[in-house]
């Protein structure tokens, strides 16, 4: 199982990006969704997270600027993030409870990162 993650990059303040995370390999179930980041000298903390049903959770921080969605077709969750801030400069990092087979338990993958930064 892998996690692939995409849509990072360089935006100015006030602009917006959409990060894609898309789950391939042996999978048999994917539980909930998430998105971490973890900014220069800090710790990696919790954006924002989606269960299989579509019950979301927003850090604080984020809430009425970033979206999360998910894709369950395409094993895909986003992060629509506006009105973006210097302090939203992190590396993002998607994750996902998967069961790789019926009956077998869940692990928590992670994908690698993408790079956001916010700066003018």
């Known amino acids: 199982v892998q996690l692939q993650a995409s849509g990072g990059g360089l935006v100015q303040p006030g602009g917006s990006l959409r990060l894609s995370c898309a789950a391939s390999?042996?999978?048999?179930?994917?539980?909930?969704m998430g998105w971490y980041r973890q900014g220069p000298g800090k710790q990696r903390e919790l954006v924002a997270t989606?269960?299989?049903?579509?019950?979301?959770n927003y850090a604080d921080s984020v809430k009425g600027r970033f979206t999360i969605s998910r894709d369950n077709a395409k094993n895909t969750v986003y992060l629509q993030m506006n009105s973006l801030k210097p302090e939203n400069t992190a590396v993002y990092y998607c994750?996902?409870?998967?069961?790789?087979?019926?009956?077998?338990?869940?692990?928590?993958?992670w994908g690698q990162g993408t790079e956001v930064t916010v700066s003018s």
């Open positions: 994750r996902a409870r998967i069961s790789v087979q019926f009956g077998k338990p869940e692990y928590i993958y």
């Open positions: 390999g042996s999978i048999f179930s994917i539980n909930d």
């Open positions: 989606i269960t299989s049903d579509g019950s979301t």
